[in-house]
């Protein structure tokens, strides 16, 4: 079974320029998470998708960043434009059923930086 | 706003010696606590998820305890071995609340 895929692994972009990042869950998990990591900070989230509607976005920064998960497949998080503090790793993460026994299964990540 | 702090930031050990992770948490209002391991350039891999209403779950050398009234969890590493070196995060779940995650240990055994 594969795992949660993101695209790409690394980006690196000028401050002003959007950025899009592409998240595939496992296969049948209806929860998509989005997290990003900034340097020498913890682990962060930012929203959940329940199949195509959005759970939860109260971790996402501002109106630059829109996530979209349309069909309730894979999952997109623009950043547009872009900023220096934006640079980080975002990881996205899915997971089949919620509530306390959830396990997450997270994505290797998309390595940002905003020059 | 529950918070989650991690103690060592980094660790390093002798192989084969016996270690103990910590974290805690400053709401008790959880419903479970989750550790993760980190490789680098990797994503995150679940190693033990903990129920709010379970105090410790084992996995092969792994041994996670939870004491949610005192906000603190464990991470029991029996008999360490290099290819345990990594990033160990500690994460707790409320009740429809996203995780919160620590900064992280990053644990290096050394052969």
């Known amino acids: 079974e594969a795992g949660v895929t993101q695209f790409p692994s690394h980006s690196v972009i000028e401050k002003g320029q959007t950025v899009t990042l592409r998240c595939d869950p496992i296969?049948?998990?209806?929860?998509l998470y989005w997290y990003r990591r900034v340097m020498g900070k913890e682990i962060k989230f930012l929203l959940h998708?329940?199949?195509?509607?959005?759970?939860?976005e109260s971790g996402m920064p501002n109106n630059r960043f829109l996530a979209e998960r349309t069909g309730g497949t894979y999952s997109t998080l623009k950043v547009q434009p872009a900023e220096l503090e934006d640079s980080g790793v975002y990881f996205c993460?899915?997971?089949?059923?919620?509530?306390?026994?959830?396990?997450?299964?997270f994505g290797p990540g998309t390595r940002l930086l905003v020059l | 706003k529950q918070e989650v702090t991690q103690i060592p930031a980094a660790l390093s050990v002798p192989e084969g010696e016996n270690l103990v992770l910590n974290c805690s948490f400053t709401?008790?209002?959880?419903?479970?606590l989750q550790w993760f391991r980190q490789d680098p350039g990797k994503g995150l891999t679940s190693l033990l998820l903990?129920?709010?209403?379970?105090r410790e779950q084992t996995s092969g050398r792994l041994n996670a305890s939870l004491d949610k009234s005192s906000g603190r969890s464990t991470l029991y590493i029996a008999a360490s071995q290099p290819g345990d070196s990594a990033t160990y995060l500690c994460?707790?779940?409320?009740?429809?609340?996203?995780?919160?995650f620590g900064k992280g240990t990053r644990l290096s055994v050394i052969a």
């Open positions: 993460a899915s997971s089949q059923v919620g509530g306390a026994q959830e396990t997450q299964y």
């Open positions: 296969s049948g998990h209806d929860n």
């Open positions: 998708f329940v199949k195509e509607s959005k759970q939860d």
């Open positions: 709401d008790s209002a959880i419903y479970n």
């Open positions: 903990i129920q709010s209403s379970q």
């Open positions: 994460a707790v779940q409320g009740g429809n609340t996203p995780l919160v």
